[in-house]
């Protein structure tokens, strides 16, 4: 029930390993009025990328990968994202977030057409595990070809002061936020002969990846997941951990947990949340996690943890 083989992640220019923690914060710079503009360049293109090994898929990527980027910012930040278009098709990107109808990307409001450019601009509101994706029609199809990625803004302490420690825990490069092992899994899956249901079923695009290579844990640290499914044609799909409970926070834009001690939660596309869990009590062993659809298992949506105790 697994995949045979190896993908060629140097042919793909992206690893599913690496992209777990490949936090993009863009290039920084102070606005006059002292808040900081994090600014990035996107650029759309057609590439054929290898979901599993020997199967190709024709994709639309955000920079030559998929899921795109993960964009990462601290709430009130000035966010503008550069977005050119070298593909076949029109493309937008369309944030969840909060900004103005002009910069929602979507038909009339932020297209590039093939060749063409659209600069985005907004406040980074709320905090939270957010995504983008291209808005262009027909929706399906340019999402599920790849156009998408997960977009955090991680909580500002100074705006939480009654929770400014959670908040920092939160905040990428505290010493608070150091303590855990943070992971980004955007759900997806690839109809591969375009009949409107879906061969293969992923965490970050190639099936099996984190069972054929599971993911490294420090039993003694904590863990937290980005949690972000963009899955296409399924109505739902869902996250289970074995052998253990965590807290979710939906959407992640609270400090305390929306669901405390649950095994599995279950998500409609563009639906996500924060999944926090600790092994420190367990032994070291490969634990399991996957959809708790078990046909998405056997099609790809499966992986471990592989717990360690520290290096002495
Ligand atoms: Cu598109």
């Known amino acids: 029930m697994m995949t ?3 993908v060629d992640h140097g042919r ?3 690893d599913p390993t ?3 923690s490949d936090f993009d914060q863009g290039s920084s710079s102070q ?7 994090r600014e990035f360049s996107i650029l759309a293109e057609d590439k054929e990328i290898e979901i599993a090994p020997g199967v190709m898929f024709p994709a639309w990527t955000f920079n030559g990968r998929v899921p795109g980027p993960t964009l990462r910012v601290t709430e009130g930040d000035r966010v503008r994202i550069n977005f050119a278009n070298a593909g076949s098709h029109t493309h937008t990107m369309h944030f969840h977030g909060i900004h103005a109808a002009r910069m929602d990307g979507v038909p009339g409001a932020g297209e590039a057409a093939p060749g063409n450019s659209f600069v985005y601009e907004f406040d980074a509101f709320p905090f939270g595990c957010h995504l983008y994706h291209c808005h262009s029609v027909p929706l399906k199809r340019h ?3 790849g156009l998408y ?3 955090i803004i991680d909580p500002d302490p100074a705006r939480h002061l009654e929770q400014a420690e959670i908040a920092a825990a939160r905040l990428l490069g505290t010493p608070e936020n150091a303590r855990w092992q943070e992971f980004v899994m955007v759900m997806n899956g690839f109809d591969t002969n375009f009949d409107e249901e879906n061969e293969l079923y992923a965490v970050n695009t190639v099936a099996h990846a984190y069972a054929n290579r599971p993911i490294s844990i420090d039993r003694k640290r904590p863990v937290r997941i980005y949690l972000i499914n963009v899955l296409e044609f ?11 409970f965590f807290d979710y926070f939906d959407t992640g834009t609270t400090l305390t947990p929306t669901l405390k001690t649950v095994d599995t939660v279950m998500l409609c596309q563009a639906q996500r949340g924060i999944v926090e869990f600790s092994y420190a009590e367990h032994e070291a062993g490969l634990y399991m996690f996957h959809a708790h659809q078990t046909e998405f298992v056997e099609l790809g949506w499966m992986g471990f ?8």
């Open 4 to 6: 045979v083989g190896e």
């Open 12 to 14: 793909n220019g992206f």
């Open 18 to 20: 690496v992209m777990l």
């Open 31 to 37: 606005l006059p009025d002292g808040r900081t503009l």
């Open 143 to 145: 999402i599920h070809k």
């Open 149 to 151: 990625g997960a977009f």
């Open 234 to 244: 399924d109505p739902i799909n869902s996250l289970h951990l074995h052998a253990n």
């Open 305 to 312: 943890f592989d717990v360690k105790d520290p290096v002495a």
